[in-house]
């Protein structure tokens, strides 16, 4: 029963665009990482309990301090040495303490980075092409990289120190209260003037972070792209546009950051100005009382210790508030990752695949359109029934929609409408890993991993033996190639196979084809950057390859389906003739005018 997709997501802006950021939950996204913290409860626990402690030994210094100001010209040596034995046993805790919360707080914040660094790739990883249509994927690896950078900064380290620096401030003012009442009462008169600016100028700098973060991955995006397409760049002199581009988009991603770094160094310079004034007065106040025999040297100096604890709390706490918005805006980019929309999903309950797989391949009324291109017809209304075993061929136009045919069984979009099925079963009720690993592929353009030849052949099946990889590539003509580069199968392939021809990366990817021995084989252009040498000898292997098992090819040069037991013509997304390669020929029709171009011209320029 056909069926109509629901999902509209032509109109969904893509993450990081103003739209989505509107709905910014600011600082409280930082709530977001906790799902990836849980698990590392322990470590929190005793990050916390170091924590304590070394924020009471801290606390305790002062006391020490005034015991022994207060003491200093008694004529007990003894106790006073009593004195300074304890403030030694004290600065011994707080460093051990020190140490072991950094040891704990840093591995807490490595492995939760590695945690999400993990989900993120193993979300975008799974993703349909839709979703690679609305983000550029260097944008996406700068948020796994830089953003999760500023992640780690913050559990590794800011978190504790603004723990550590909000215990200090609570504990220093408790203590103050204690020690003077009076004078902390003028101190406390200074903290809302301190808290305004660090509220106001906050809530800017985590937009200009977030700005600013949105250029750094847009400059990395486009550096990917450019690096990724190097050769035609250089062929078609656009070196210089191309870094002119990049450099534009660097300097403005720089003018951002100087924008934030002028809004912190206001804050900082607030802060620090207002919160040591206050101790200023205070301490005029304090001498006086000194002076007076309101308190004697010893409370003084406890108090000054505690105001300036206080104070270096205060204004830590401001510089770490800057480095938590920051992290915000890392957070709420790399949220929308792990969050973002697919419209092709696996079912909650999927079905199973009849045992052993047939290989019928049917499409029942298939209408679809691309999301980049809504208005464009990819294919209208398709009904094809491809019987296990049988070899069908697609021609036509460029855009008649042969590619989309080939897309659309690896469920790599859904249909508008109609279904897609294999063996009697819709492909929207499998699983997509269950279904696939059922297909073989040979794409148009192949893909040659960074990696050793052998390693890129095995891609096809990574249980397969040296052996098996070795076979596979004698059955794509590809042996002998290998065999003559300097390692051989274990030589370096480069990245995006770079060391290789175009013909040398197809075979590649047709020995991979042929080792992943599936009942479902795809060719899309297999063999167009191949010579007529190298494709008569894989044509070969192909058609021995073939014997069993459900094929597709899609091709521009007809010399290559004339064997199908089924030539499917389409045009503009629609089937406008099918037959063999005589029948077409026949008919006259849109194959045979194709037909006369290709061979006519074959003949004439030989």
């Given at each position: ?28 996204i ?16 005793g ?6 402690l ?12 005034r ?12 106790l ?37 660094r993990?989900?993120?790739f ?32 913050v ?11 909000l ?10 209260l ?19 600016p660090i ?31 190097v050769q ?7 070196e ?23 809004t ?16 200023v ?42 480095e938590?918005?920051?992290a915000?805006?890392a ?14 999903n ?13 290989g019928?391949?049917?499409f ?17 209304n ?25 897309q ?77 580069l300097?390692?051989?199968?274990d ?13 040398q ?31 008569r000898a ?5 058609d021995?390859?073939r014997?069993?098992?459900?094929t ?7 010399a290559?389906v ?6 499917i ?28 171009l ?9």
């Open positions: 029963m056909a069926r109509t997709s629901s999902a509209s997501p032509a109109n969904k802006p893509a993450p990081g665009t103003q739209q989505e950021r509107a709905g910014s939950k600011k600082i409280g930082l709530a977001s990482l906790w799902p990836f913290m849980k698990p590392y409860r322990l470590l929190m626990i990050a916390t309990l170091a924590l304590i070394t924020a009471s030994m801290t606390l305790t210094l002062p006391l020490a301090v015991r022994v100001v207060d003491n200093f010209r008694i004529e007990d040596g003894d006073l040495d009593w004195y300074f034995l304890a403030a030694l046993v004290i600065a011994g805790i707080l460093a051990i303490g020190t140490g072991i919360r950094y040891a704990l707080v840093t591995r807490l914040g490595e492995r939760v980075v590695a945690d999400i993990k989900a993120v193993g979300r975008v990883i799974g993703m349909s092409p839709e979703f690679y249509e609305r983000i550029m994927t260097g944008e996406v690896l700068s948020r796994i990289t830089t953003d999760t950078t500023l992640i780690q900064s559990l590794g380290s800011s978190v504790s120190i603004a723990l550590r620096n215990l200090m401030f609570i504990g220093g003012l408790v203590l103050m204690l020690t003077s009442a009076k004078l902390t009462m003028m101190v406390l008169l200074l903290i809302p003037a301190v808290i305004v509220l106001v100028l906050g809530r800017r700098l985590r937009t200009i972070s977030r700005e600013n973060q949105d250029w750094i991955a847009a400059s990395s995006g486009n550096a990917g792209e450019a690096l990724g397409a035609t760049v250089q062929a078609f002199t656009h210089r546009a191309s870094r002119t581009q990049f450099g534009d988009m660097t300097e403005t991603s720089y003018e951002v950051s100087l924008r934030r770094i002028k912190r160094a206001v804050l900082t310079v607030i802060v620090i100005f207002l919160v040591f004034s206050g101790i007065g205070v301490l005029w106040m304090g001498a006086n009382d000194v002076r007076n025999g309101v308190m004697t040297e010893g409370v003084l100096i406890q108090f000054v210790i505690y105001s300036i604890i206080m104070a270096g709390s205060v204004a830590a706490l401001s510089e770490i508030w800057s938590l918005q920051r915000a805006g957070t709420e980019r790399l949220v929308e990752l792990l969050n973002a929309e697919d419209t092709v696996d079912p909650k309950q999927a079905k199973s695949l009849p045992v052993p797989l047939r019928e391949i049917r029942d009324d298939v209408t679809f359109r691309y999301p980049a291109r809504p208005d464009v017809v990819a294919l209208d398709l009904s094809l029934l491809v019987k296990p075993g049988e070899t069908v061929a697609f021609v036509g136009p460029s855009g008649a929609g042969k590619t989309t045919v080939i659309m069984i690896q469920r790599f979009y859904d249909p508008d409408q109609g279904q897609v099925s294999l063996d009697s079963v819709d492909l929207r009720d499998l699983s997509r890993g269950d279904f696939r690993q059922h297909i073989a592929l040979v794409p148009q353009d192949p893909v040659i991993f960074a990696a050793s030849a052998r390693e890129n052949i095995r891609f096809g099946r990574l249980d397969a033996s040296d052996a098996e990889v070795e076979s596979a590539a004698r059955a794509a003509a590809a042996h002998e190639f290998i065999s003559a300097p390692e051989g199968y030589s370096f392939v480069g990245e995006r196979g770079v060391m290789l021809s175009g013909g990366k197809q075979r590649i990817a047709i020995a991979r084809a042929i080792l992943r021995d599936a009942p479902v084989l795809l060719l899309d252009e297999a063999t167009s950057a191949l010579d007529a040498e190298s494709e894989v044509q070969g292997a192909v021995k390859m014997a069993g098992r459900t597709l090819i899609v091709a521009h040069r007809l290559t004339k064997k199908a037991d089924r030539i013509v389409l045009e503009a997304g629609s089937i406008v003739a099918q037959g063999t390669h005589d029948d077409l020929v026949a008919q006259d029709g849109l194959y045979a005018r194709l037909a006369r290709q061979f006519t011209d074959g003949v004439a320029a030989e």
